[in-house]
C-alpha cells in the first residue's frame, strides 16, 4: 500500500498492485485518441493525452457502474465538462467494453453517434457538452438527484484549466457549497494550456487552490500523472464529508509523445497519419508488464422502482375570478409534486414573485434555490433532469436569457427541463426594459425540440403544468405579472400543439391571434368591433410551439386575413411561429408586437403606446 501523507490531507492509501494496470490503460486511452482523431481528420488528442490518467483511475478503480447499462440509476456519473476531449471517453466506454474498439475511428463521421463533442445520442452521456463552463452545474443537479432519491452514487465531472475562466463554473461552485454535495467530486485536468496561449494561471497550483478554496471546496493539489496521487486523492475526495472535493491536477498536454507534450500550437489539431505512426509507437514502448488482470468494474445495487406518478387534481378556479398566471404557476408545481415523486423545483430569488415559494412550503426536501445564478441553475436542472427528475426551474423571463447557451444545451441533451418565466413583456409596467422579457420566445422558439407555452389564465396555467409533467423534453412556460380573469372551466383540456377557438362567426372578417395577457386585448378588441357590425376570430395560441398549423390555415382561409398580437418583439415570437405555419397556404400575416424599445409606464399605458392594445387591433382590423 502507498502512503498518502505527502498530499497533506486524510491518511489515506492505495493499492500498488493496481498501478501498472492503471497506467497501461492510460497509455491505450491516449494511443486509442490518437488513431480516432487521425482517421477523422480533426479533434483534440493532446487534450485527451493530458486527462489519460485521471480517467483511467476514474473508470477503473473508483466509479461504480454497469458497463452494459450506462444509465443505471444508482450508478457514479461522470461528466466530461472539457468535451473536446470526448475521444478520451469513448475509449474508455470501449475499454470496458461497451463500444467495439474498431468502431472508434467512426469518430466525427455522420454515420456515427461518436460525435466531435459528446451528445446524449450516447447512452453513457447525460448532458451534451462541449460548450465550456456548463459541466459542472450540470454535476451538481445529478448530485441533487442522488440525494433525492436517497442513494450514495458519484457524481465526478472532468474539467478543464481553461474553462475555470467562465464565471458559470464559480456559480456552479458556490451553490455546491451551499448545498454541502459531498457526493459531488471536480477533477481539473490543469495542462496550462488553452487554444491560442497559455491558459489564465498556467501551472501556478497555488493561484489554483485559491480560488476553490475561496468557494468552500476541499482542494487537493496532485500531479495529474502520478497514477498513485490520483488514487489518493479519489479516496480523500470519497471520505471528505459536508463539503465538495476538487482535484487540482498538473498535467502536460500531449502528455506521452515528446513531439508535442507542453507544447503550444497543438490545440485542436490531429497527428497526420506519418506523425500518428510515431506517437504511437513512442507510446507502446510506455506499456508495462501487467501482474495482475484488472479488477472488474464494481456494480452498482439493484435500483429501486420509481412511484408512478399519480393524477393532478382538477384546478378549482371560478370563472372571472382574477389571478395572475405566475400565481397559478406556483399553485399548480405544488400539486403536480404531490402526486409525482419526480417533481422537483428550482429558484434564482425571486420564489416570492413567481410563487414557487409554494411549492416550496410543501415540499421543501425538493426545492433548491440557488439565488441569483440562473445558469447554475439551468445546468443543474438539466443534471437532474438526466438522471429522472422533472425539474421546474423558474425566475424572471427576462434572466433567463442570462442562460441562454444552457438552454442551447438542454436543447442539444434532449433533457426533461421545464422552464418558467414570469414577469414578461411590458405588461410588468414600471420596472422599465431592463426587466421586460421581449425575447424569450424567440430564444426557446429557435430550438428545434422545444416546446413553448403561453397560457393566458389560471386554469390553462395548471392544466398546461400536467401536461408539461407527461410530455417528455425541454419546455417553457412564460407567465405574467398582471392579474388576470379566469375565463375556462376547470374541466378544460389543453393538449399540447393546441390551440382555442373562443369567439367565431360565420360572418367573422379577420382572425385575431392572441397568447397571455394580449387575447384579453383581443377579446376587447373583438366585443368593441362587435358593436359596430364588424365579426372577428379570436383564437387563444396558448402553444406556440408546436403550432396547430391546420387549424390556423383554416382560419386565414375562413376570414381572409390574419392578425397576430404578442408582447414580444416582432422578431421569434407568435408572428414568427404564424406566419411559419400558414406560408405554404399563401396566406400572409399582419403582425402587431413591441417594435422599439420600451421604457417605464403604467402596464395599459404601455401596451397601448407600443401597439398592442385592444384600440391598436381595433385599427388593424378597420385597415
Same mark, same amino acid.
Given at each position: ?7 497533506g !490531507?486524510?491518511?489515506?492509501?492505495? /493499492? ?38 485521471l ?6 478503480a473508483?466509479m461504480?457502474?454497469?458497463p ?7 450508478a ?6 472539457k468535451?473536446h ?11 470496458? $467494453? ?10 466525427r ?15 453513457f ?9 456548463? !459541466?459542472?452545474?450540470?454535476g ?35 451553490v &455546491?457549497?451551499?448545498?454541502?454535495l459531498?457526493a459531488?467530486?471536480a ?17 501556478d ?15 487537493v ?21 459536508r463539503?465538495?472535493t476538487?482535484i487540482?491536477? @498538473?498535467?502536460?498536454? !500531449? ?8 507544447? =503550444? ?6 497527428f ?10 513512442? %507510446?507502446? +514502448?510506455q %506499456? ?6 484488472t479488477?472488474? +468494474?464494481?456494480?452498482?445495487p ?7 406518478? !399519480?393524477?393532478?387534481?382538477?384546478p ?7 389571478? &395572475? ?36 412550503a410543501a ?12 445558469q ?18 423558474s ?31 411590458v405588461?410588468?409596467?414600471? /420596472? ?5 422579457? =421581449?425575447e ?13 407555452l ?8 395548471? @392544466? =398546461?403544468i400536467g401536461?408539461?409533467?407527461?410530455h ?35 360572418h ?6 392572441a ?13 368593441v ?11 387563444d ?11 390556423l390555415?383554416?382560419?386565414?382561409l ?15 415570437g ?26 417605464? $409606464? ?22
Open positions: 500500500m502507498f502512503p498518502r501523507s505527502f498530499l !490531507g486524510l491518511q489515506l492509501s492505495v /493499492d500498488v498492485s493496481l498501478l501498472p494496470n492503471l497506467k497501461n490503460i492510460a497509455t491505450r486511452l491516449r494511443i486509442e485518441s490518437i488513431r480516432a482523431t487521425t482517421a477523422a481528420g480533426s479533434g483534440h488528442p493532446t487534450s485527451c493525452q493530458s486527462a489519460a490518467d480517467t483511467a483511475a476514474l473508470f477503473f473508483e461504480r457502474f454497469d452494459e447499462h450506462p444509465q443505471h440509476p444508482l457514479d456519473r461522470l461528466v466530461l465538462s468535451g476531449a470526448a475521444p478520451l471517453l469513448y475509449a474508455a466506454w470501449a475499454e470496458v $467494453g461497451f463500444i467495439p474498439r474498431e468502431r472508434l475511428t467512426d469518430l463521421q455522420i454515420t456515427s453517434d461518436l460525435e466531435g463533442h459528446p451528445t446524449p445520442r450516447l447512452p452521456v447525460d448532458v451534451a457538452t462541449g460548450s465550456l463552463g456548463q !459541466g459542472l452545474a450540470a451538481v443537479g445529478t448530485a441533487l438527484n442522488a440525494r433525492r432519491i436517497e442513494s450514495d452514487y458519484r457524481t465526478y465531472v472532468l474539467m478543464g484549466d481553461g474553462e475555470t475562466a467562465e464565471g458559470s463554473v464559480w456559480e456552479a461552485a458556490s &455546491a457549497h451551499h448545498f454541502a459531498d459531488i467530486c477533477l481539473v485536468d490543469v495542462n496550462a494550456l488553452g487554444q491560442s496561449q497559455a491558459t489564465e494561471f498556467a501551472h497550483m497555488e493561484a489554483h487552490r485559491r480560488r476553490w478554496d475561496a468557494f468552500g471546496w476541499h482542494t493539489v496532485i500531479d495529474g500523472h502520478d497514477m498513485a496521487a490520483v488514487l489518493a486523492a479519489l479516496a480523500e475526495a470519497r471520505a471528505t464529508k463539503r465538495p476538487v487540482l491536477a @498538473r498535467t502536460l498536454k !500531449g502528455k506521452g509523445v515528446s513531439s508535442v507534450e507542453g507544447k =503550444l500550437g497543438w490545440h485542436g489539431r490531429p497526420k497519419p506519418e506523425e500518428a505512426v510515431k506517437a504511437i509507437a513512442e %507510446l507502446e +514502448v %506499456l508495462e508488464p501487467e501482474v495482475a488482470p479488477p472488474p +468494474v464494481p456494480r452498482p439493484a435500483p429501486p422502482a420509481e412511484p408512478t406518478p !399519480g393524477s393532478m387534481p382538477a378549482s378556479y371560478r370563472l372571472g375570478e382574477q389571478v &395572475a398566471t405566475r400565481e397559478a404557476y406556483g399553485t399548480a408545481i405544488a400539486k403536480l409534486a404531490s402526486v409525482d415523486a419526480r417533481v422537483v423545483a428550482l429558484d434564482a430569488d425571486v420564489k416570492n414573485s413567481s410563487f414557487s415559494e409554494k411549492f416550496e415540499h421543501a426536501d425538493r426545492f433548491y434555490e440557488f439565488f441569483i445564478a440562473e447554475a441553475m439551468i445546468g443543474a436542472a438539466m443534471g437532474l433532469a438526466a438522471r429522472g427528475a422533472v425539474p421546474f426551474p425566475t424572471f423571463a427576462t434572466f433567463l436569457t442570462r442562460a441562454a447557451d444552457f438552454i442551447r444545451m438542454a436543447a442539444i441533451s434532449d433533457v426533461n427541463v421545464k422552464l418558467a418565466g414570469s414577469h414578461a413583456g405588461s410588468i409596467g414600471e /420596472d422599465g426594459p431592463s426587466q421586460m422579457a =421581449l424569450d420566445f424567440a430564444m426557446t422558439t429557435a430550438q428545434p425540440n422545444f416546446t413553448v403561453c397560457p393566458a389564465d389560471a386554469v390553462s396555467t395548471e @392544466r =398546461l401536461e408539461m409533467a407527461r417528455h423534453g425541454p419546455m417553457y412556460m412564460r407567465t405574467s405579472r398582471p392579474k388576470t380573469p379566469v375565463i375556462y372551466d376547470n374541466d378544460e383540456a389543453f393538449p399540447i400543439g393546441g390551440l382555442k377557438v373562443l369567439r367565431q362567426s360565420p367573422d372578417t379577420a382572425t385575431v391571434i397568447a397571455g395577457v394580449t387575447l384579453f386585448e383581443a377579446l376587447e378588441a373583438h366585443d368591433l362587435k358593436a359596430e357590425g364588424v365579426s372577428i376570430r379570436v383564437i395560441l396558448y402553444c406556440i410551439q408546436p403550432v396547430d398549423r391546420q387549424a390555415v383554416d382560419a386565414g375562413d376570414t381572409g386575413r390574419l392578425i397576430t398580437v404578442e408582447d414580444h418583439y416582432l422578431a421569434g407568435i408572428g414568427d411561429a404564424v406566419s411559419r405555419a400558414v406560408a405554404e397556404a399563401g396566406l400572409t400575416v399582419t403582425r402587431l408586437a413591441v417594435d422599439e424599445i420600451p421604457r417605464s $409606464g403604467k402596464p395599459d399605458e404601455l401596451i397601448d403606446k407600443y401597439g398592442i392594445s385592444a384600440r391598436a387591433i381595433v385599427e388593424a382590423v378597420r385597415r
